[in-house]
């Protein structure tokens, strides 16, 4: 066989093996509409699979998560202090809330499998997120849904007494996840 052929032929087998396993730029379920269907995808499966073992990154993913988190949380309390508590920045309230949605956008991420509470942890995330995905995938999607409203709404009012109730939705969003989700750091 001339070293072109060999060549060729380890061409095709490389790209045989890579499309015969199907998922293979899938990863974690980015779109979130992907994993309320209803229908479990192959990652779903793969990701209960999968939390079985720790992520060879898990560490480094947790402590990311936990900085996404609190930057969710520094918006998040902007607002508050500009919509609650009248802080003189009502200009700066539409970037708080695109942050926020912008964020929010990336949160399926932060969420890949083997990256959930081990026996000896005792804050963190709960690893029935992997087994309840699409309940997970859900609340975020609401998530989200919730800092649009918040959005349309800053965008149609001038004065942040009418933003109250879509704010206040923003907080049961974080607090429904949490409630279910989060184990809170002693
Ligand atoms: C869909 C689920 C979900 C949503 C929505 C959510 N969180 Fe979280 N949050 C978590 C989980 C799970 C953890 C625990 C992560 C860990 O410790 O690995 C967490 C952790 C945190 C932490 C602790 C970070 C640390 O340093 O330990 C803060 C603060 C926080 N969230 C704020 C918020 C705020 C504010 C919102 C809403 C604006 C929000 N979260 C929305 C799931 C969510």
């Not at 095709?12 to 990863?27: E, P, Q, R």
């Not at 975020?140 to 918040?150: P, V």
Request: charged residues 25%.
């Amino acid at each position: 066989m001339t070293l072109i052929t060999r060549f060729f032929l380890t061409v095709l087998l490389a790209l045989l093996v890579v499309f015969s396993t199907g998922d293979w730029v899938k990863g974690y379920p980015r779109d979130v509409s992907e994993a309320q269907d209803g229908k479990p995808t192959a990652t779903y499966g793969d990701a209960i699979a999968l939390d079985a073992q720790p992520s060879p990154d898990r560490d480094l993913v947790i402590a990311y998560r936990r900085r996404y988190m609190s930057a969710l949380s520094g918006h998040y309390r902007s607002l508050e202090e500009i919509l609650e508590n009248e802080a003189p920045f009502s200009e700066h309230t539409l970037t708080h809330i695109e942050a926020l949605v912008s964020l929010a956008e990336l949160m399926p991420d932060v969420f890949p499998p083997g990256t959930g509470m081990m026996s000896d942890d005792d804050w963190g995330a709960k690893p029935s997120i992997w087994e309840e995905l699409d309940n997970f995938s859900q609340l975020i999607a609401n998530f989200q849904a919730n800092l649009e409203g918040l959005k349309l709404a800053a965008m149609e009012s001038q004065t942040s007494v009418n933003l109250t109730d879509s704010f206040a939705e923003v907080r049961e969003g974080c607090l429904d996840c949490h409630r279910l989700y989060r184990v809170r750091q002693p």
